[in-house]
């Protein structure tokens, strides 16, 4: 084999490999730089030696596959990829190909290119009907059932819409919404999502729709496909979505030279990082249908549209040393400590290193030249290595197997990426983060105290778990750093008072592992006392809605820890609500004790949330999808015809508010 064979089939089976870390396990080990530069590097290669050429090379296919787990399905219309430049030389060159091939004038639409997974939606009669990924291209999975959770996407059009049609875009997570869905993780002990393009992508895997429901996900719509469409241009067919229904970003713009799309470019570079949502660079398309229709297609892009990629930001510096830090739960997060360096407008000086695996992958050492990066994420990452800079005398990175802070030795459960101290109640940022976490907002919301007054009450030995801030005296805390008569006050006042609130709070406060706020809410109603969920087995525990083996073995050390039992039995001492109150269980009934029930359309005399609180009230489930576990559904007005279908399919009644109504006997 020549040495320009070997090379093509070594670049073609690492590019395949991505492919499949990227789109198939959103877990992508290169940055989407290196991948289009070896990408690129492939493609030379193979345009100067035809005679390697392969159908199946990952330049002439889109990356994508379809998973398992979902029904796979044909696309009426191939999803194509797009090329990628970077240089705006790239732009022009493409411009001087296109213009060789069509004659007349061209106008382009520019668009952002937002960063997320493709998506196809196909409406008939103003109706969605299907979502496909876009999967290789020509077949994708059907993810329709977790689509349809998706606020943004009209399940019913508006407006003069044609018969039938598909229309594609692209699903995000908003970064806010990101940012509140880590914090929340962090909060449960669970490791943060990395980036919000990984994240949406997954989430459509979800193999449950309930689980999707939750995520904050977008849709961005950006290109309408079918027979009789009646729009002549790319820019009318945007406009024409958005009175559809659909959301279209309102930065798409008409360009009428390369001059224009190049100003467009440059707006976007700076202001894209003060968009909602992540994105990666510019498409830039030929505005005219019937022109597009001439240019066609290539084995892998349409021809008449072209991705300028934002270069991502990114930087080299030294990294000066790894530090070690320990999380609430004990979690151990390596962190990358750098030579300060500007990146994206900030002073980058800490990188995250996520864990033990991701060092090792990279080979990072300190003292190396590392690649930083500031995509999605909030805290910078850390991409690779510079190889050429290393030091000499160079070593690998051997991970701790001791805390930092307690030196108790760590440890690492099977098919978990992070170590843990398992010091509970010795380690000091353990005992210091779950007393901060007992008292923040979500929790017990105490007033007149904060987590830095919390880290000095331990550091000076006034308490040593959460239950001993109930015994804590002015007497005590006057003397602290920064505590004055009034402050001191209003602590005591407000862990008083914190006395009142309800269970469901109190038990989240306790900071179980796992235990989220909506698992507090769910066990707290589920078993209505402390005692009860203590005394539950884990099989008691799984069987509770939503509850995994994951939590509930979670539950089950946490309670059968003697220094927890003795912490809560204080506790109850001390007058918390360790109970759910006589006032919430009025109106509680176990009339739809284990039926999972579906609620669709509009209704007359409630609000749907109120009929969702009814149903969980009376002991029901409400589920956000037919199917053969459904007990009934309750319909309003409006209800979809698919629904209904399906629930004939699947004979499952059908009732309407009032017999619901009688069914927990409020008439
Ligand atoms: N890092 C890795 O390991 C790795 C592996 C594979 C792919 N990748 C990255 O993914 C890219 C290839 O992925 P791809 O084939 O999905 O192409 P792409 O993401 O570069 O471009 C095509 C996609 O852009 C999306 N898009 C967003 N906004 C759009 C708009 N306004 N108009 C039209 N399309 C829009 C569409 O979903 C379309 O499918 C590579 O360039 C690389 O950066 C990275
Ligand atoms: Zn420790």
Redesign the pocket.
């Known amino acids: 084999m020549s040495k320009i064979q070997h090379k093509i089939l070594e670049l073609r089976k690492e590019l395949n490999e991505?492919?499949y870390?990227?789109?198939v396990l959103d877990n992508?080990?290169?940055?989407?730089y290196e991948?289009?530069i070896k990408l690129k590097e492939l493609q030379e290669l193979e345009s100067q030696h035809p005679e390697f050429f392969d159908a199946n090379s990952p330049t002439q296919r889109?990356?994508g596959e379809v998973v398992k787990s979902f029904e796979t399905m044909p696309h009426d219309y191939r999803m194509y990829?797009?090329d990628?430049s970077y240089s705006k030389e790239d732009l022009l060159d493409w411009e001087t190909r296109i213009k060789k091939l069509i004659d007349g004038n061209i106008q382009y639409v520019c668009?952002?290119?937002?960063d997320g997974a493709?998506i196809s939606l196909t409406y008939e009669m103003g109706m969605l009907v299907r979502a496909l990924t876009?999967g290789d291209g020509f077949q994708g999975d059907n993810v329709t059932t977790n689509i349809r959770t998706i606020k943004s996407i009209p399940l019913q059009l508006k407006g003069d819409f044609p018969e039938k049609f598909d229309i594609r875009g692209?699903i995000v997570l908003p970064f806010e919404g990101f940012n509140k869905m880590n914090e929340e993780r962090i909060e449960i002990g669970e490791e943060p999502y990395r980036n919000p393009r990984n994240t949406a992508s997954g989430s459509l895997k979800l193999q449950d729709s309930a689980e999707v429901a939750k995520r904050p996900l977008e849709c961005l719509l950006?290109?309408l496909t079918g027979a009789n469409l009646g729009v002549q241009s790319q820019f009318e067919s945007l406009e024409k979505a958005r009175q559809w229904g659909f959301k279209v970003p309102g930065a798409a713009k008409l360009a009428k030279s390369m001059e224009e799309v190049f100003e467009y470019i440059n707006y976007w570079n700076v202001h894209r990082h003060d968009l909602p949502y992540e994105t990666d660079g510019v498409?830039i398309k030929v505005n005219n249908l019937q022109q597009q229709e001439e240019l066609g297609y290539t084995a892998k892009s349409p021809r008449w549209a072209i991705?300028y990629k934002f270069k991502s930001e990114q930087v080299s510096t030294k990294l000066n040393s790894i530090s070690y830090q320990v999380g609430r739960t004990g979690a151990i997060t390596p962190v990358a400590n750098l030579e300060p360096v500007e990146l994206a407008g900030t002073i980058v000086k800490r990188a995250s290193l996520h864990n033990a695996d991701q060092i090792e992958k990279l080979d990072i050492r300190v003292g190396d030249e590392v690649y930083v990066e500031k995509g999605g994420e909030i805290i910078p990452k850390i991409l690779g290595v510079d190889l050429s800079k290393r030091p000499l005398n160079s070593q690998p990175t051997v991970y701790i197997t001791h805390c930092p802070e307690c030196f108790t030795e760590l440890v690492r459960q099977e098919g978990e990426a992070q170590h843990y101290c398992p010091n509970y109640n010795g380690c000091k940022p353990q005992i210091i983060g779950r007393i901060q976490h007992f008292i923040s907002r979500k929790a017990m919301d105490i007033e007149g105290l904060g987590g830095e007054t919390v880290a000095l009450l331990v550091n000076e030995g006034l308490i040593t778990n959460y239950s001993d801030l109930y015994d804590l005296t002015k007497a005590q805390v006057i003397p602290l750093e920064r505590m004055a008569d009034k402050s001191a006050d209003n602590l005591i006042l407000g862990i008083e008072e914190s006395k009142k609130i309800p269970f469901e709070r109190v038990l989240f406060a306790l900071g179980i592992r796992y235990v989220g706020e909506t698992v507090a809410k769910k066990l707290a109603k589920h078993y209505k006392s402390i005692e009860a969920i203590a005394n539950a087995s884990e099989d008691e525990l799984v069987n509770v809605d939503e509850i995994g083996v994951k939590i509930a073995q979670s539950v089950k050390a946490f309670f059968s820890s003697e220094e927890n039992q003795f912490i809560i039995n204080r506790l109850k001492d001390f007058g918390l609500q360790l109970e759910i109150s006589a006032e919430q269980l009025i109106g509680q009934t176990d009339l739809l004790k284990g039926k999972s029930i579906v609620v669709s359309g509009v209704f007359e005399s409630l609000s749907r949330d109120e009929l969702k609180k009814l149903i969980e009230d009376n002991g029901g489930k409400v589920s956000s999808s037919i199917s053969s576990k459904t007990d009934f559904i309750v319909a309003g007005d409006n209800m979809g015809p698919s629904k209904k279908k399906k629930a004939e399919d699947l004979n499952i009644s059908i009732i309407n508010e009032y017999n619901f109504l009688q069914k927990i006997k409020k008439i």
């Open positions: 991505h492919n870390n990227y789109y992508a080990t290169i940055s989407d991948f289009d889109v990356g990829s797009l990628n668009e952002l290119k937002y493709s876009r692209e950006y290109n498409v991705a």
